[in-house]
């Protein structure tokens, strides 16, 4: 019904032409017309937070946009938040450090939502951080590694003994 | 998990927003933050042959406050809202309600107007609006309308706009010295819809309540106006009392999150709250 479109996006700095149905969800572009499959689709409606990607300095689901409406729009992914330098940058390693992922399925969402978040938050509290926290979900880890990986990031003491219950 | 084909317009005037509505009628539906509606297209619970982004439109974008009320332009992002010090100072109502609205992922891209226009009955702002005696701007082919918030909310998902017409902006009037607000609400987990909320306002004027407002929402087919338990407010009642007046005239409905039974009880407490926490800012 609906012509293909073409849009141009910048993502992670480069510009890209794609040719798209206007109702192709930009997780959808990412992954198959540019190849960033770093950007993961669990839920595919908004609820799981695994496609979270930067538009424009906001964190938001990639699986809640058309690509088309984000012309002239700059966009980063999970691939284009670490330094580039081989390096990780400081919520990816403390996502390693802290044993913050298992499958890693949701990884790529918790590390944009938290990258973007403590970029703009550098001094939230515990409670900041696990309401920031709670718009993304994980299967595996039970969140626990993660919240400390973010309370490493802020500079917030992380419990010794994770399993005194002090956490909850 | 796909959306549907649809022809995608992106206007640059409410003028060219509301000559698409007339040309396409119940074929085309108007896109603001799509927190909601993308979601419904993806599961095909809803489908359009047209959509039309107002994104794009001059002039829905702004927060302006004026002659004792605060203008809210359709398309302004709520995190936009939570974080102005316009909203937090002139509507303190609206700025407690926003955080608890979704994640702060969906808050940077979801609209303060969408969520009214949207108006579903558990969410926060329609509520606030109400409570607040706020008015919505519509505009439609014959030009634009004031709808006070007490005739926009019909039922569940249907408002008082006619076919044609958009929201364009919410006006929300701002309260006096004296004034404290609060929004309570219970949550299985933080961001999801409420199964029960109330927020709260009240003017104290010499240890008086002289202006009370209270909206609820998640506790019907639309969010309602309390007004015995304002009432109560209003003649020197507790906020235990208060809380007792707006609980015993609800009838929610079960669903598969809660019974309406436990809902009416869980309404009296969270009012109760909204009142002590309002009268608290308040000075009392």
């Known amino acids: ?168 | 998990m796909k959306p549907s084909s649809f022809n995608y317009h992106a206007p640059a005037s409410v003028n060219d927003v509301t000559a698409l509505l007339a040309e396409h009628g119940d074929d085309a539906k108007v896109l603001a933050g799509g927190q909601s509606l993308v979601p419904m297209l993806s599961l095909r619970l809803a489908a359009f042959e047209h959509l039309i982004d107002l994104n794009k439109v001059e002039g829905l974008a702004g927060i302006t406050r004026s002659n004792g009320t605060l203008r809210v332009g359709a398309v302004v992002r709520q995190a936009v809202a939570e974080h102005s010090a316009d909203v937090a100072t002139s509507v303190p109502m609206l700025a407690k309600a926003l955080p608890h609205i979704g994640h702060f992922q969906i808050r940077n891209r979801g609209t303060v107007g969408g969520s009214i226009a949207h108006a579903d009955p558990a969410s926060e702002l329609p509520a606030v609006a109400l409570a607040l005696d706020a008015t919505i701007e519509a505009a439609g082919p014959g030009g634009t309308r004031q709808i006070a918030a007490a005739d926009f909310f019909v039922s569940t998902w249907q408002t008082a706009l006619d076919e044609g017409e958009i929201l364009t902006a919410v006006e929300f009037p701002v309260w006096g010295p004296g004034s404290g607000f609060a929004v309570e609400e219970l949550t299985r987990r933080h961001g999801d819809f409420a199964l029960v909320g109330a927020a709260a306002g009240v003017q104290l004027s010499g240890g008086k309540v002289t202006k009370a407002a209270l909206g609820l929402f998640g506790l019907g087919p639309t969010p309602l106006r309390a007004a015995e338990a304002e009432a109560a407010l209003l003649a020197g009642a507790d906020a235990a009392e208060v809380g007792r007046v707006a609980a015993s005239g609800l009838n929610p409905l079960d669903d598969i999150h809660a019974s309406g039974a436990y809902r009416k009880q869980v309404a009296a407490v969270i009012v109760r709250r909204a009142v002590q926490a309002a009268m608290q800012e308040a000075g009392a």
Do not use: W
């Open chain 1, 1 to 168: 019904m609906s012509d293909e479109v073409i849009v141009k996006l910048n993502v992670n700095g480069r510009d890209h032409k794609v040719m798209v149905e206007a109702r192709k969800l930009l997780s959808d572009v990412l992954r198959d017309d540019l190849h960033l499959t770093g950007t993961h689709v669990g839920c595919e409606h908004g609820a799981c937070g695994a496609c979270t990607v930067i538009v424009d300095g906001a964190a938001v689901r990639a699986c809640l946009l058309f690509a088309v409406q984000l012309e002239g729009s700059q966009i980063v992914t999970v691939e284009g938040v670490t330094p580039g330098d081989g390096t990780l940058n400081p919520f990816q390693q403390a996502m390693q450090d802290c044993h913050g992922l298992q499958c890693g399925f949701c990884t790529p969402g918790f590390v944009v939502s938290m990258t973007n978040y403590l970029d703009n938050n550098p001094n939230p509290t515990d409670d900041d951080l696990k309401i920031a926290l709670s718009g993304n979900l994980c299967r595996c880890t039970g969140y626990r590694g993660i919240i400390n990986a973010a309370r490493t990031v802020a500079g917030l003491p992380v419990p010794a003994n994770a399993a005194d219950g002090s956490d909850h």
